[in-house]
């Protein structure tokens, strides 16, 4: 039976690189993979079938980086990310899940570059911050894939973006928002994650550009940033309910819609004041059903995954792949009618620490 040291000797290369051909491990150029399977082929030591399958690239290494807190929908995907993480087939990318403090761009940057010494890809809600995007462009030139997901980076070296629209999201929720109040003037509140969430700052902008275009009649009363909290958009409703007298309606830019639903029931303004939000959860869920918040903007998170991971792959195996043109995620619009009658909503625990890899 040939050795190793046999494939070594006639590909002309070391053990160790063998080994990692033979593994499939990264870290050895494509043609250097096709010599050594060559050799270890025309010495007996793999079968046809086994080079084969040797000879495609292995299944990249995919890193998830979550933020942590109290955001449903992002607790709701990570439990999506970790369900894959626990599946074992050696066909699909191997994955692992991550949670971030949030609104931190260090400790977001810190995770990138760490991380880049085990995956082949990195995936991440961005922060749009200098220290990001600079941790971007230095793993991105040692060869590893980057794909931002929900938000965007501006002027960055990321390889595609997976996620909705956000400027169309916010011309959609203030045209709703128009259409369903019962008066033409009126006061419009938002708030948001926070602004460094590009995604958040481009909601923002389409829905103020919407209702200065169609409904110049509602005065909107400034952006609170609720940090995805659902105590701190709690308060930010509370003010704005007894400030604003002629309060009309809410967009819930971010997360945690059940605080400021919450507010309006103890105030009760529930039906009375338009309230529009994002991310189909249980919290979600449950204002639609009372009557509390009237439409919830949604990008469906097994679409988000899937599509972020088929990204991956085709980044990985298909040189011709134009990340660019991709399309962005469907947007889905919910009412109290149109629910879906089953939903997966988040369970167990999603409060990993800070970098620490998720059960």
Request: aromatic share 6%.
């Amino acid at each position: 039976m040939p050795l190793m040291t046999d494939i070594a000797e006639a590909a002309n290369v070391s053990l160790a690189t063998v080994d990692r051909v033979l593994n499939r491990r990264k870290g050895v150029k494509a043609r250097t993979v096709e010599r050594v399977l060559k050799a270890a082929l025309e010495l007996g030591y793999v079968s046809e079938a086994e080079h084969a399958q040797l000879i495609h690239p292995r299944p990249p290494n995919v890193a998830f980086l979550l933020p942590m807190g109290g955001n449903p929908y992002l607790r709701l995907l990570g439990d999506k990310v970790r369900a894959v993480a626990q599946s074992k087939s050696s066909d699909e990318a191997q994955v692992r899940c991550y949670f971030i403090e949030s609104f931190d761009a260090g400790a977001l940057a810190a995770a990138i570059r760490h991380h880049a010494g085990w995956a082949d890809g990195i995936a991440f809600m961005a922060i749009d911050h200098p220290l990001v995007r600079e941790a971007v462009e230095d793993v991105s030139a040692a060869g590893r894939r980057i794909v931002t997901i929900v938000s965007d980076l501006q002027h960055s070296l990321r390889d595609a973006y997976v996620g909705l629209d956000n400027q169309a999201a916010g011309r959609t929720a203030g045209y709703l928002l128009g259409r369903f109040c019962r008066t033409r003037e009126g006061s419009v509140a938002l708030v948001a994650g926070s602004r460094n969430y590009r995604a958040h700052a481009e909601r923002e902008m389409g829905f103020l550009d919407l209702l200065e275009e169609m409904h110049p009649g509602l005065r909107v009363v400034g952006m609170r940033e609720g940090h995805d909290d659902r105590e701190e958009n709690y308060r930010h409703a509370l003010s704005l309910l007894e400030q604003d007298a002629d309060l009309v309606g809410i967009y819930n830019v971010g997360g945690s819609s059940d605080g400021i639903g919450r507010a309006l029931r103890e105030h009760s303004r529930s039906g009375e004041v338009v309230f529009i939000g994002h991310g189909l959860t249980a919290d979600t869920r449950r204002l639609l059903i009372e009557g509390t918040m009237d439409t919830v903007i949604n990008s469906d998170p097994d679409v988000l995954l899937a599509s972020t991971l088929r990204v991956f792959g085709s980044l990985q195996r298909d040189h011709a792949f134009n990340p660019s043109a991709l399309p962005p995620v469907k947007m889905d619009v919910f009412f109290r009618e149109n629910i879906p009658s089953v939903l997966s909503v988040a369970g167990g625990t999603a409060t990993s620490r800070r970098g620490r890899r998720s059960p």
